[in-house]
């Protein structure tokens, strides 16, 4: 069974900035792609960036592009988000997500095997 576990959520003025990070338990991270989604009150969960394990593509949503960043580290079975210029607009629960069975990056829910319990990033204005 996997786990995953994020952390590094907070309050952050508009501006700041905040790192997340996913760890995982269980198996290893190093064959996945990896993915952050966030949902804020009232609204759909949505995605934020995914990245491959096998080349390390990546990709963002528009509204983030610029500013998020992800990355991993498969030496310490973690997954990180890197999110500069923060607005409140992107006050949300994130969640971090894996898929074990793909190689190419995904951007929708459904296409994710496993899913944290999220952490809450609040951005005041």
């Known amino acids: 069974q996997v786990q995953l576990v994020e952390s590094g959520g907070g309050l952050v003025q508009a501006g700041g900035s905040l790192r997340l990070s996913c760890a995982a338990s269980?198996?290893?991270?190093?064959?996945?792609?990896m993915g952050w989604f966030r949902q804020a009150p009232g609204k759909e969960r949505e995605f934020v960036a995914t990245?491959?394990?096998?080349?390390?593509?990546?990709s963002y949503a528009d509204s983030v592009k610029g500013r998020f960043t992800i990355s991993r580290d498969n030496a310490k079975n973690t997954v990180s988000l890197q999110m500069n210029t923060l607005k409140p607009e992107d006050t949300a629960i994130y969640y971090c997500?894996?898929?074990?069975?793909?190689?190419?990056?995904?951007?929708?829910?459904?296409?994710?095997?496993?899913w944290g319990q999220g952490t809450q990033v609040t951005v005041s204005s």
């Open positions: 269980g198996r290893t991270l190093s064959r996945a792609v």
């Open positions: 990245i491959t394990w096998r080349l390390e593509t990546t």
């Open positions: 997500a894996a898929a074990f069975r793909a190689s190419e990056v995904i951007k929708h829910l459904s296409g994710y095997d496993y």
